[in-house]
């Protein structure tokens, strides 16, 4: 017989189906046995009039008819005839993979990752991930993007030093990326519109919940732009098409988070850093130390800002100070000590940090000089500039802090499969 | 007056357009100027009736009217009226861009590669690489697989020991994944049917046209199959889907490598390894040496047989020896010196290896204890086989290598971006 997914029953009433997948409930009442069986497409309560043999987490094949019931969830049921388990928990669940919340200790929720990614609230975190990346692979190519692969070992670490990851490459020192910022510029001289869905690295002994030391990063680079709003509105408009899609295809696991996608406006607001740091100050009495652009407080108060006065989950905060910025910045054309440089906020954290770059290889080589920046390493990309570059700029975005702000999750790390930080490198 | 794109063009007849890109060809005959510009969405001649003072590889921006002309390609050109350089070569390229073929010596083909990329033949390599990643991305969703991204950084060299490179991690040794096999099994007893696309590092100190030390791995997990079969057939579907949608979205990168996409058949055909071994040696007196599964021109011999035999450009490789699979393959129950292992080879190479995996707690720990494999470092995935994982297999297939089959490349290297091998680690 035939596998049957649980969303082609619907279309099978009064048939008789074979179901395979794992059982994420079992309960008894009077005689009944009644099994939620999951597989990829869904899952179904199954009912026996007796004991089905089935227990909790177990992975089944089950063969019976199907039955329409209004009270059921998705308006149908099976009526269970054979069950065969074909794969048993040989010890018991470290947990009850049947309750609505897992609340496990932080320490246990990842220790037992394997198992609690099974169940069907994290599940969703994952699923919702699923989806973000599906619609970031729909949407850069509907905007005439070409996805490229960039190398994650780099010859040397010149993208600021101290946070790289060091390698041993055969009878060299090597170093993991902690961008494809280089390579991404590169390429936008080549197809003119590049992304990239890759790993970074960051050796960053941070213990926050905004930090891990892998991620994913989603990143793009857009050439013949006319200055950085080009690249404020191309994310505007993607991340737009992203919400809307991920919001009708992800509903069912929103919901498990009782919340919705975040509307992204038509036209984010923008705001200069130097102004809303005065804003913040005024408004809500907090005030960001001299010689920091913004601090994780300082973000939460421009969400607020631009929620009380635009009503946005997101904001722009732009003109980021030349002191704060990489050397490739662009600097403000009104102002030598700003950059055109920007970070995206969604409700409060920073998801987003672009800007527009360097074009020119004079302008580049002299702010190097400027800010001390010297060439050893970097070669290949500094003579990119010598060749017709046109002006461009681009952004990288971290994926998991997307999901971790989507779902309000307490940390970036519930929304990494198998995360990394300081401590933890397994499993 | 607003941009428009190259492929908008044929919309717009006798209007005054905007284009922007970069001059590809520059020629002049009698007092015109003949200027090809390609953006991201194709390219177009411009002429002028004088020297437009644009050179080969400027970036460019040029007002003109579109006027209709059957001799021209895409049945469109531009009468040129006003041209901008907007960036500039400062030195000489150090190739003619405007050539046919590049013909550059393999050094300075990676040597020059920021520039090396901007050649059309070149570029055509990265937009059949683009539309790979788009199939893969959207047939495995098709049917029914999830997307993760698992970690690259792991605490332990388990899967084989000697070709993993070692990381510094904070105040601890670490290593790189070779492939995410252990996280996708995992993933499999959460959803299901999961696919990655992800970075793979091998410490191999090869110098072949067919390693890369740094590669892109398209792989996939499927559970509840019956057999290794099923993976193989789902492959099957899925290279089919695939290559169709690449055909028929690039076959004007197709046409400057003179091929066409290789046809998927319906059912690819099998042959088991150890016959294929005697077909080899009796048909093309080619003897593999003993204690070696196959040899690369073993495997040209055995895509020469597919051709010959089943006109077939694919053939699945089978019952891989026991003693040359991992401990995780599961052994054949027909013969316990023989494996439920597969390679799949096109044209001639191994582009995919899979298998169905043990998926018995205690089969598993026999299998490791034949084979002299030490639990150490890999707890976490051992531990998952005593939690009812349904039988399950799947696949690891090198994205580069496809592409150096389908266009027929000397080397995989040229289809990377930016190839890292023992010696080279720049650009």
Sequence with gaps: MERTLVNEISGKPGEKVLIKGRAM???KLGG????????????????????????????????????????????????????????????????????????????????????SLRHPKIQAIFKIYDLLLKGYEEVMREEGFTEI??????????????????????????????????????????????FEIGTAFRAEPHFTTRHVNEYTSLDAEIAFIKDFYDVCRILNKVLGKIFRKVGEEGA???????????????????VKLADIKKIIEKKYNYKI???????????????????????????????????????????????????????????????????????????LMENMKRKGVKPDGMEFYLNIFKFAMPPHGGWGMGSERLVQQILRLKSV????????DVKRLSP
């Design 289 to 363: 130390s001299e010689g920091t652009d913004i601090d994780p407080e300082g973000e939460r108060l421009a969400g607020r800002y631009a929620k009380e006065e635009f009503n946005s989950d997101f904001i722009f905060l732009t003109h980021y100070p030349w002191s704060d910025k990489p050397f490739y910045t662009m600097p403000s054309p009104e102002n030598p000590e700003e950059t055109c440089g920007f970070d995206l906020l969604l409700r409060g954290m920073e998801i987003v940090t672009g800007s527009q770059r360097i074009h020119l290889y004079k302008m």
């Design 413 to 420: 790390k519930e929304a990494v499969l198998f995360p990394r």
């Design 25 to 27: 409930v079992v309960r």
């Design 252 to 270: 069912e696991y929103l919901k498990l988070y009782n919340t919705q996608m975040p509307e992204v406006p038509e036209e984010i607001p923008y």
């Design 149 to 194: 692969k960039t190398p994650k070992i780099l010859e040397a670490a010149t993208e600021g030093g101290a946070n790289f990851f060091q390698i041993k490459y055969f009878d060299k020192k090597a170093y993991l990326a902690q961008s494809p910022q280089f390579y991404k510029q590169i390429m936008a001289g080549v197809f003119e519109r590049v």
């Design 32 to 115: 009944l046995s009644f099994v939620v069986v999951q597989d990829r497409s869904g899952s179904i309560q199954v009912v026996f009039e007796k004991d089905s043999g089935i227990k909790v987490g177990d992975a089944v094949e089950i063969t019976g008819e199907v039955k329409k019931d209004e009270r059921a969830k998705g308006s149908f049921e099976i009526a269970g005839e054979k069950a065969e388990v074909i794969a048993n928990n040989v010890e018991d669940l470290p947990f009850d993979l049947a309750r609505n919340e897992l609340n496990l200790t932080v320490d246990n929720l990842y220790d037992f990752r394997p198992l």
